[in-house]
């Protein structure tokens, strides 16, 4: 079974999994992690301005020898670069660190500061194609709505903490009109063992022969979700992505569904 892809609301086509690099370091570690990833198939990566990694993805993404056109790169504006004119400015900036030509999805990072200036920047970068699709990250509040009914483009992504504690169900009616994807930030509770280790995972790893992690990702494939869980160790970089040869069926899915309680790992530690 082949990896799956989405359309997104203006016709794109998403790799529904990808690799995220948040808190990777700049250099060999995070391209290095980027090359073996898009060497095992994966053909999505997911970064951001504040990850300060952008110059190490496009390197990979250069070096990596696959047509331009066959990989996906995330990237996000940090509140520091909204406003009108400014924020073209930092997608200009944003362009030369990446060095890949385009960008193929651009987010605001925070629903702070200027962002309805950013946004129509972000519109204009689209006209430009300098951008090819625009979307939105951790927009919660009234002004996902806000952002939503004024954009003459509307978000075609929403980026936000989503996993099988905390599953955004009542977001994602509230999206569902302006046809926009959720991608979901920490897929594995950012690598919690509560979740991991939760017994119907154990339960149907066992079934499936896979890992307690391989049926989490599984999940949020069927519930729809784009997901680019972090790695930078090679066997989780492969394992995570074997995830296409096995499917779960409606019971299953109703049973992790019943896992949703609102937890959210790492605030729950703190
Ligand atoms: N928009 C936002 O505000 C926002 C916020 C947070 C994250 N993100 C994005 O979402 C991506 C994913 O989130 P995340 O990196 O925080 O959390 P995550 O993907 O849920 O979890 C990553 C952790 O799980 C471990 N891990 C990965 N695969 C594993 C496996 N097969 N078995 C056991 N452990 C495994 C990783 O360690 P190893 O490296 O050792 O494998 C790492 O410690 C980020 O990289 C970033 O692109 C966005």
Not at 61 to 80: A, D, F, N
Not at 124 to 138: P, T, Y
Not at 196 to 202: M, W
Not at 229 to 246: A, C, G
Request: hydrophobic fraction near 40%; proline fraction near 4%.
């Amino acid at each position: 079974m082949d990896q799956t892809y989405l359309t997104l609301n203006n016709g794109a086509k998403i790799p529904q999994f990808g690799m995220g690099v948040f808190m990777v370091p700049e250099g060999e570690e995070t391209k290095q992690a980027c090359l073996s990833a898009l060497r095992m198939g994966y053909r999505h990566i997911d970064t951001a301005h504040a990850y300060q990694n952008e110059r190490s993805v496009g390197a990979a993404v250069r070096e990596s020898g696959i047509p331009r056109e066959e990989i996906w790169v995330t990237s996000k504006l940090w509140p520091s670069e909204y406003g009108e004119g400014k924020t073209m400015a930092g997608i200009d900036k944003m362009l030369s660190r990446l060095n890949i030509g385009y960008i193929d999805l651009l987010l605001l990072h925070q629903q702070v500061g200027d962002y309805m200036g950013a946004w129509r920047d972000m519109e204009k970068a689209v006209a430009q194609g300098k951008v090819r699709s625009i979307g939105l990250s951790n927009f919660e509040s009234e002004r996902l709505e806000e952002v939503c009914e004024a954009a003459s483009i509307k978000p075609a992504a929403l980026q936000v903490e989503c996993h099988p504690y905390y599953q955004q169900n009542e977001l994602k009616k509230r999206i569902a009109k302006y046809g926009t994807v959720i991608e979901s930030w920490y897929p594995i509770g950012h690598g919690d063992a509560g979740l991991i280790n939760e017994p119907v995972f154990t339960e149907l790893a066992k079934k499936y022969g896979k890992t307690n992690v391989q049926v989490i990702l599984r999940w949020h494939i069927q519930e729809g979700n784009v997901i680019f869980p972090k790695s930078v160790n090679p066997q989780h970089i492969r394992d995570n992505f074997d995830i296409f040869d096995f499917a779960l069926t409606a019971e299953e899915m109703g049973k992790i569904a019943s896992l949703g309680c609102g937890i959210r790992p790492v605030l729950h530690k703190a």
